[in-house]
């Protein structure tokens, strides 16, 4: 008798290979047997009509400090997410030193927009070291798999004090100790490293984030730890503004290593044709041996501007200001006074500096978010509030104002920040299809109160497998190999991302016809009451972690098989050798 089977499901494996019919046997946490299982199961799923899929692997997440608290680490475990991965962005909450905590915090905060209060409240800091915080989530159940990356910022901060945390130039010796933290980081299950190189990325203060300028000898000297542990991806945030530049010293690290780089790469709206430079430079880079990879998003950079949200339209205004830090009951009545509406409308401001402006000014941006009874992630030009008001011949405030009314106030706007420069997704279509792109960036625990991208796999399925009428789609093999098999493996979990016996039995069953993600909402369940975007989903039938089942039609069944990944998974002998 087996511990589980589904019978009957439509499985897509991971593999790339086209669906098929088949059940599925799972026994000891491993996939024992795919195609006809005659033997029953303690616990049988019908998923006839059903589609069967690996659990997917989300590498970009920045739970860092909620896995400190919560289990679940939602909103990635509605979705299907049987593995994460964190400490992106070259921040995190290890090595800390005790005096360090609520500059470590602030960081997060500023760069990742979490809210501070809650992760002082959560955090409890069983550690100091990088081993020690791995200790500290190692003695905790989650409802799915976390996987960790040492971070630049925390390292640099910890050896350096305020000179790392300034930026200043690292000295011979600096660079040696960062180098030791980060292989020990790496022998004690860290899975990478990771560093921000962009100037969006700052802390509190408006300084860039420690490692932002940081020369290539110190780059290869840090990654000559991860050659020296025999394992580890090197992830970068990078604005490439010289992409010589920092794929010069990206190709030393690599080539040298045999270890893979992967970067983030998103549509500008200022050089909307760059990422296919990157692109170009990434493929010279594989053809000369260095493992370079581009981390890519299913779709933009999406702002989710509300009355809660972190920020918009309306937010630097006098007439709003005067009553923003009321209790949202509060605010809202007074909002719903027809003469505060007239005074927030029609009070002129000019625009702010850089991205402010578009997040205040930028109406030709902004769109109403659900459209036809469905979200709207991929509107046109001539939806836009801009061109809303022009027809009808009102100023694109009043507009705004009365769709954030919408709901009893909780209503949004929706604001393509980036990978929306031609208002259509054409290109990340193109990106999604380069066999030198890797799915990543939803983000999933960070960026609370104003993006909520968590639900990037299931609109992978939804939109781009079935719904997208505006261009091409992708076929389910290719769109469940990107998110299982291609995400595992990248980062070195080898045991994962496939239904193949021997493997780990993370799994998904899914209703793909009723599959869809629902209306981001503002929630104040954090520690201290602190707010977050969410987005649940709809047509999960099951998901299955280690052989466990921990979700039944949406709902956590309360079992906790999850655990931390230390280092890198090996597949087992079995499936290497049929390999």
Not at 1 to 19: F, K, N, S, Y
Not at 70 to 80: A, F, I, R, T, V
Request: hydrophobic letters at 40%; charged letters at 25%.
């Amino acid at each position: 008798m087996h511990d589980l089977v589904m019978r009957g499901g439509t499985v897509v494996d991971g593999t790339g290979a086209a669906p098929r019919v088949a059940d599925v046997a799972v026994d000891g946490g491993l996939i024992s047997r795919v195609g006809v299982v005659l033997e029953p199961g303690r616990r049988e799923i019908d998923a006839t009509g059903l589609l069967v899929t690996p659990g997917w692997v989300d590498i970009h997440t920045h739970y860092d400090g909620q896995a400190t608290w919560d289990s679940y680490l939602s909103p990635s475990c509605w979705h299907g997410v049987t593995t994460v991965v964190m400490g992106n962005c070259g921040v995190g909450f290890a090595p800390a030193r005790p005096d360090r905590h609520d500059w470590l915090i602030s960081l997060m905060e500023s760069v990742e927009d979490i809210p501070g209060s809650a992760l002082a409240e959560g955090i409890k800091w069983e550690w100091e070291t990088f081993p020690e915080y791995l200790d500290a989530l190692d003695r905790k159940p989650f409802v799915l798999d976390v996987a960790t990356q040492a971070p630049h910022g925390s390292i640099r901060a910890y050896v350096m004090g305020e000179r790392g945390a300034r930026n200043e130039e690292a000295t011979t010796a600096d660079i040696a100790e960062m180098a030791r933290i980060t292989r020990e980081a790496l022998e004690a299950g860290a899975l990478g490293f990771s560093t921000s190189r962009t100037q969006l990325h700052r802390a509190k203060d408006g300084e860039p984030v420690p490692g932002t300028f940081a020369g290539a000898d110190e780059m290869v000297g840090i990654g000559k730890a991860l050659g020296e542990a025999g394992h580890g991806v090197f992830e970068i945030a990078s604005d490439m503004m010289i992409p010589e530049d920092e794929f010069a010293w990206m190709k030393q690290f690599a080539a040298a290593s045999g270890l893979p780089v992967t970067f983030g790469m998103l549509q500008s709206p200022i050089q909307p044709e760059k990422w296919r430079d990157l692109l170009k430079l990434t493929e010279q880079a594989r053809a000369e041996g260095a493992m370079i990879t581009a981390q890519i998003a299913c779709r933009p950079t999406g702002m989710v501007l509300g009355w809660q949200s972190t920020v918009h339209p309306f937010v630097m205004k006098t007439a709003y200001r005067e009553i923003a830090k009321l209790p949202f009951a509060e605010r809202l009545a007074h909002l719903k006074d027809p003469a505060v509406r007239e005074a927030i409308i029609t009070e002129v401001t000019p625009p702010p500096p850089g991205i402010g402006a578009i997040l205040t000014h930028g109406f030709g941006t902004m769109f109403r978010l659900e459209r036809n009874g469905r979200l709207d992630y991929e509107p046109r030009a001539e939806d836009s509030i801009a061109a809303e008001a022009q027809a009808a011949g009102v100023d694109p405030q009043a507009i705004i104002y009365d769709m954030l009314m919408e709901n009893d106030g909780r209503g949004y706007i929706y604001l393509p920040l980036l990978n929306y420069s031609k208002f259509n997704f054409d290109h990340i279509a193109e990106m999604m299809q380069h066999e030198a792109t890797i799915l990543s960036l939803s983000d999933g625990g960070a960026h609370c109160g104003v993006i909520c991208d968590a639900s990037f796999p299931t609109y992978m399925l939804s939109y781009w497998v079935r719904d997208r009428e505006r261009g091409q789609r992708l076929p389910l093999e290719k769109v469940v190999a990107m998110q299982t098999r291609d995400t595992a493996r990248l980062y070195g979990m080898n045991d994962r991302g496939m239904l193949k016996p021997g493997l780990k039995a993370d799994i998904n069953v899914i209703d793909f016809e009723r599959l869809n993600i629902l209306a981001p909402e503002m929630i104040f369940d954090l520690p201290a009451e602190g707010r977050r975007l969410v987005q649940r989903a709809e047509g999960y039938r099951a998901t299955v972690v280690s052989g466990v089942v921990t979700f039944e039609h949406g709902e956590a069944t309360g079992e906790l098989p999850g655990r931390l990944v230390r280092g890198p998974q090996r597949a087992p002998e079995t499936l290497l050798a049929a390999e």
